[in-house]
Each structure stands twice: as C-alpha cells, then as structure tokens.
C-alpha cells in the first residue's frame, strides 16, 4: 500500500529490522513504555512481545489512533502536550518522532520524561549539520546524558512501506535519577475498606463522615464497574453469532485530560478514579496551596505503579501525612526546579534559545528574566485592553516558584487557589513595561512574550538562592559578603 499517498509526509513506519537496530538488546521486560508517535503501533507491538508491562502512546491521527486502542493506552492524541505527570511511571520513551519536527520532539520527551528514564530516538543525521537553538540543545543534552550513533539509510530496505535515502541516527538518552522522597515505603492497609473507627473527624481538618463517603463511593464505583463488565462481555459473546450486526459493548470515556477512552479496562478505570479521587481528597483537605507539579507527578507515580492500593481511609491517612511532613521537601523541590529553568536562560548558556546577562548559571541575579508570556488584545471605549498569561509551560514552572516561595517566606494563606501567581501576580498587571510591586518582588511584562522579576527583599532573594546551592553542593557566601561583592543592588 502506498502510504505517500494517504498520509502526511512524517509518516514512516518503522521496519522490525530498523527497530531492533534502536533497541540493540534493549531489556524491556516489565517497562513502562511510552511511544509518542506510535502510527500504525509498529514500536507498541515489539515492546508488548519483549515484555512490556504496560505500552503508552500518542498518535496524532485520527484514524490511526483509533485503532490504537485496542492496542495500548492512549494518553493524547497531540504528544507536545503531554506532561510529567501523564507519563511519572515510565521507564523508556522510544521514538520515530516526525520528522519535521524532530529536535521539538525529542526535547519534550527529555522534559517530560522522569528520573532515571531511558529515550531512544530516530532522527534524521542531517538536522545535525545546522545550527539552530533547538538542535543545538539537543546536541548538548545528547552530549551530556547519552550518544547519537548513525545508521545509514535505514528506511531503503526491502521491508519499508515507505522508503527514502535520507541517512538516520538513533538517539539513546538517560535521565539522571534523583532521590525523590514517594509513596513506596509505607506500609498501606490491603483490605478493602480500610479503618472502620477513625473517630469522628470533629477536630480535624476534614469532616470524617465526607471522607467516609467518598471512599463508599469508589469502591461502589468499582463493584458496579465489574458487573456492567461482565454483562457487556456477555452480550458481545451473543452478538458474534450475527455477523451483520456491528453494536458492541464496553465501557467507553474521557479521562482527566479530554482524552478518549474505547473499549476501557477495569486496571485502567480504577487509575482514572483514583486521579481524580486523589484530586478530592486534596481539595477537602484544602491542600490546593501545596498542589504543585511536584506534588501531582509525585501522586500520578504512585497511583500508576501502586498494584491495586485499595483506596480506604487508612492509606489516605498515610499518604496525606507523608506530603504534609514532606511539604517542606516539595517546596524546596520547586525552588530548584525554578533555578534550573533561570538559569537556562542565562546567555553563558549554550542552549539557551535568546540569552540574557541577568540570568545566571551559579547564582540567580536580583532581576532575571523568563519567557512564555501570551496576550490577548481587545478594544472597549477605544481603548486597548491587554490580557496577560504564560503557555502551560511556563505557567506551570512560574506558578510552582511563586507557590514555594510563599511557603519559604512563610506568607501562605487560607485561600485555596491552585493558579496563585495567575490570581496574585498576572490579573494585576495592566500593561506593558510597567513594574507592579508585589510582597518580595516587582515584575512588568514587554510586548515580545518576556517577563522581567526583580527580588526586591535581600532576605528573600537570598534565602531561594541558599535551598537551591544546598541541593547542588555549593556554597554561595553570607548576606553580608553578597552585598559587599555588589551581587545586590538596592531598587530605585
């Protein structure tokens, strides 16, 4: 079949042969596999035969997606906008991204992929010839994390649906593995309803009766969901006598993310609702305040890895004592995740896309600059109005520096709101080049997408600094010693 001519010009399904080539003995049994670009599911159905535990994929086209679902997990269909928390269980992320597109692709599947993770990527050998911001982080992650070998001209062989001459490389990438404080060691109840005398909640942070419910709810949930299963098999077993008729029956959906779901499993449906019953249990306990990415890739990896962790009230008592004497960790977790992403933008950074002198690779500046800012422009009474936002990738990092800095300077409050730096700091401002001063810092925004901070509190400035050089092993000096080198200035 010609494919040329069916589909877009990114679609070549990958040879066994050109797959096993990637792979070079690649252990699978028991992975965790994620295939952003699965097509026709060429990449799922090897990692399924070598012993995958469990295929992840995204496929952006429409009919070759659907067939996917018979095949392996569908978490999206576009896969840049897949995020950490979406894929927190797996171990490989194996690729035949498009082609149009490569260094983007793999760029993501690098950001999103956890700790300790393995990539391997088809990419053609000649992106690597240019020179461009994207490629060239790409070279140095390859560089630092891993190895790009080539391959030749592995799409000309006999076996390809689709053929070109355009030499290949795979990329074989690996996640450094940090110690992350989970879920794993404690000790969880095994029964399924768990605790039947907690008390009665009075003092507590939650009424114990709602709690009590929501846990009857889920295990009804599920209870329910075997037995339409089971009467759904039955009627389909039925169904197959005649051949003419085309109705089946299943449990079908949308998960948290808008994704759909066919022909839905009960491993599957029971993941689903606990997401979303972990969700609840956050909101009554109002802990949105601490809900940052950290936190929700922390519980998406332990409800995908956990084998069947009932959900009753004694393991909801155990997980929530874990983050509340861990906050402080998550926080700090965010502190370094928003140094890392500060000092990318430093112009002493080779990757850097535009680089900026405020930002620094060893210590963030008084005022440094981040990007990602949206706007929407619209006119009343003749006049301009200017609605600010960032893209989900920044929003998401900026939020969680913004969220862990409160904690750190002890400024929390009572109100549970999960956006807190669209809420308090983005709504505020009004317009271009602008500063608008808030409790430790001012910021204004400039028409080309960037915004600019500025610590205006030494304290505070410094004490972001101290957590994330006390991750990293450094020593950056006192207060004292950052004042007399000039590193702080005073605000005009």
């Known amino acids: 079949m010609d494919y040329q001519n069916i589909f877009n010009r990114d679609f070549f399904p990958t040879p066994r042969e050109v797959i096993e080539m990637m792979m070079q003995g690649e252990p699978l049994t028991d992975a965790v596999v994620l295939e952003p670009s699965a097509g026709r599911g060429d990449i799922v159905r090897y990692c399924k035969e070598q012993g995958a535990r469990c295929v992840k994929a995204c496929e952006i086209n429409d009919t070759l997606r659907a067939a996917l679902y018979n095949e392996c997990y569908v978490v999206a269909a576009d896969f840049l906008t897949v995020s950490r928390e979406q894929v927190a269980d797996v171990t490989h992320i194996i690729m035949n991204p498009p082609f149009s597109d490569v260094a983007r692709h793999i760029l993501h599947a690098w950001d999103i992929a956890p700790d300790g993770c393995t990539i391997i990527a088809l990419c053609p050998s000649s992106r690597f010839l240019y020179s461009y911001s994207e490629i060239e982080k790409l070279g140095e992650i390859v560089e630092l994390y891993g190895a790009r070998e080539e391959l030749g001209n592995v799409f000309n062989i006999e076996s390809a649906d689709r053929r070109t001459n355009a030499n290949i490389s795979v990329i074989r990438l690996y996640k450094p593995s940090e110690k992350s404080e989970d879920f794993e060691d404690l000790q969880f109840d ?98 949105e305040r601490y809900t940052t990415s950290v936190l929700k890739e922390k519980l998406a990896r332990f409800v995908e890895t956990s084998e069947a962790k009932p959900f009753n009230l004694r393991n909801i008592y155990l997980v929530v004592s874990a983050v509340v004497q861990n906050i402080g960790n998550i926080m700090e977790e965010c502190v370094v995740k928003a140094f890392d992403t500060i000092c990318s933008l430093s112009a002493d950074n080779s990757t850097a896309g535009e680089k900026w002198k405020t930002n620094s690779n060893y210590m963030v500046n008084q005022k440094f600059i981040v990007d990602g800012l949206q706007t929407e422009v619209e006119t009343y009474g003749g006049h301009l109005h200017y609605t600010f936002y960032c893209d989900e990738t920044r929003r998401s990092q900026i939020n969680d520096f913004y969220k862990a800095m409160l904690f750190l300077c002890g400024k929390i409050d009572d109100e549970n ?76």
């Open 190 to 287: 095994e029964t399924p309803e768990g605790w039947e005398d907690m008390g009665t909640g009075e003092a507590g942070l939650i009424k114990y009766d709602a709690m009590r419910d929501m846990v009857k709810r889920y295990n009804s949930a599920l209870a329910q969901f075997d037995a339409v299963q089971a009467a759904s098999e039955r009627i389909n077993e039925d169904i197959r006598t005649f051949s003419a008729c085309r109705i089946s029956f299943g449990a079908h959906g949308k998960d948290r993310n808008g994704n759909q779901f066919a022909n839905l499993t009960r491993e599957r449906f029971r993941k689903e609702l606990q997401h979303a019953a972990w969700g609840n249990v956050f909101r009554l306990l109002k802990m």
């Open 417 to 492: 709101i999960y956006d807190r730096f669209k809420e308090d700091v983005v709504k505020q401002c009004k317009d271009f080049g602008v500063w608008y001063q808030f409790d430790w810092f001012r910021v204004k925004f400039f028409k080309k997408g960037t915004m600019h901070f500025e610590f205006t509190d030494i304290n505070v400035w410094y004490r972001f600094n101290q957590t994330a050089a006390r991750h990293k092993g450094w020593s950056i000096g006192s207060v004292s010693q950052c004042k007399a080198r000039k590193v702080w200035r005073d605000i005009k």
